[in-house]
């Protein structure tokens, strides 16, 4: 009965320690104890220990004390103290791998990509480069005093919740055991899909880092499309990422716009990916083949052919437009969703672009009388991905503090 009770206690108290961390991260600024009371319904005494836990882990500091009015007494306000707690996030893509680390207070630590064609790379070799990096890393960590919160694994396939990657098409890998590597055996790492990480890091709670144009609430819903060579999605409901039964919910690029398009790698014909994917726009405009045309000169040489008004540029411009606004219209009509990021490629078009492209989905959902629709570009980070990784890692620590504290 005794052990029955403190693990009661002990469930209780990280609930509460996670409620409290929760809410200083998503706040507009530095909150007092007596707000955060208010805020998360808490009494002051239960508050007044949870801090004083928090401050005697360095979780949390106290910065200078506000005196609110001539006769009140000062107000201290409380932040997140950075040096103490981070997240890695991992990542592997076609153009190449890395990793970030992020501190709870939102400054990134640490951050090394390698860039590179990795079509059809040796998933051992690329492993045991990211192992040698990250070993380094994590002793350099160690010797500044931070503790390993945990670490996410964004890779662009489908990855099941045992960290089984069943298929990359456009790294040529399928059916590949993740825990066979030594890091993600070492660090325990959380495998996904990169737009689900990337989705993630649009959401706010870890600072200006996570604060995009779209100015999400942390409960938000919306639809996120990471576009590059090929096209991933997420759908982000109340704030959390919907996996689906087996973790493959969101694949937007490989939903059908035309039933007698051109074949994807999929197996499948009319896929949005293989319209408006990176590679197979510049592979028919005749820029480049194969893995040359997934280079970033080809799309600079596409992007100016279709600023001069090449007439065969522009055809299938307009063709991957057409397939994005179908993708995007019938996504919102199936999930009841009205607001749409884009990240990657396709984020970097013009506001006068952008505002057609909003234009077009609000014209055709079923519910335009009464849907606003937005549509917003990605944060400004340049690897959404490896940002919504390293978050997933401190999320082992915000959703289960109190194992990592000294009591």
């Not at 576009?227 to 109340?238: E, F, P, Q, S, Y």
């Not at 009841?336 to 672009?353: H, K, N, R, S, Y």
Request: with cysteine; charged share 20%; aromatic share 4%.
């Amino acid at each position: 009965m005794a052990a029955m009770k403190r693990m009661n206690q002990d469930d209780l108290r990280t609930h509460n320690l996670s409620v409290v961390l929760n809410a200083m991260l998503h706040a507009d600024g530095p909150q007092s104890r007596a707000d955060l009371a208010k805020e998360t319904g808490l009494t002051k005494a239960t508050m007044s220990l949870l801090v004083t836990l928090l401050i005697n882990n360095r979780i949390v500091r106290e910065g200078v004390p506000l005196v609110q009015s001539v006769y009140g007494r000062p107000s201290t306000p409380l932040l997140i103290n950075g040096g103490t707690m981070c997240g890695i996030g991992v990542q592997i893509n076609t153009d190449g791998y890395g990793y970030l680390v992020l501190d709870l207070d939102g400054t990134v630590v640490a951050e090394r990509w390698i860039s590179g064609d990795l079509q059809h790379a040796d998933p051992v070799a690329i492993f045991g480069k990211l192992d040698d990096m990250l070993v380094d890393q994590e002793a350099a960590l160690q010797s500044r005093g931070y503790t390993i919160a945990g670490a996410g694994l964004a890779l662009p396939g489908l990855v099941t919740d045992t960290r089984q990657l069943l298929v990359a098409r456009n790294l040529g890998w399928d059916n590949l055991d993740l825990t066979q590597f030594a890091l993600v055996d070492r660090l325990d790492a959380i495998a996904g899909n990169e737009a689900n990480m990337s989705a993630i890091a649009q959401l706010p709670g870890y600072g200006a880092l996570c604060a995009g144009e779209a100015s999400l609430q942390p409960n938000e819903s919306f639809i996120y499309i990471s576009t590059d060579i090929g096209i991933g999605g997420a759908l982000v409901r109340d704030g959390k990422v919907v996996i689906g039964d087996r973790g493959f919910a969101g694949e937007l690029g490989h939903m059908s716009v035309q039933m007698n398009g051109p074949l994807c790698q999929c197996g499948r014909h009319g896929c949005l990916e293989v319209y408006a994917g990176r590679r197979s726009m510049v592979e028919a405009a005749g820029i480049a083949l194969g893995e040359d045309g997934a280079s970033d000169e080809a799309v600079r040489e596409l992007d100016r052919l279709w600023r001069e008004g090449d007439p065969e540029v522009k055809e299938i411009i307009g063709l991957a437009f057409d397939a994005m606004v179908s993708a995007i219209v019938s996504t919102i009509n199936l999930s009841d969703m009205d607001t749409v990021i884009i990240g990657g490629l396709w984020a970097q078009i013009d506001d006068e672009f952008l505002g057609r492209m909003r234009d077009g989905i609000q014209d055709q959902v079923l519910a335009r009388d009464v849907m606003n629709i937005r549509v917003l570009r990605a944060n400004s980070t340049t690897r959404p991905a490896l940002l919504g990784a390293a978050e997933v890692g401190l999320r082992r620590f915000i959703d289960n503090p109190l194992p990592f504290l000294q009591q």
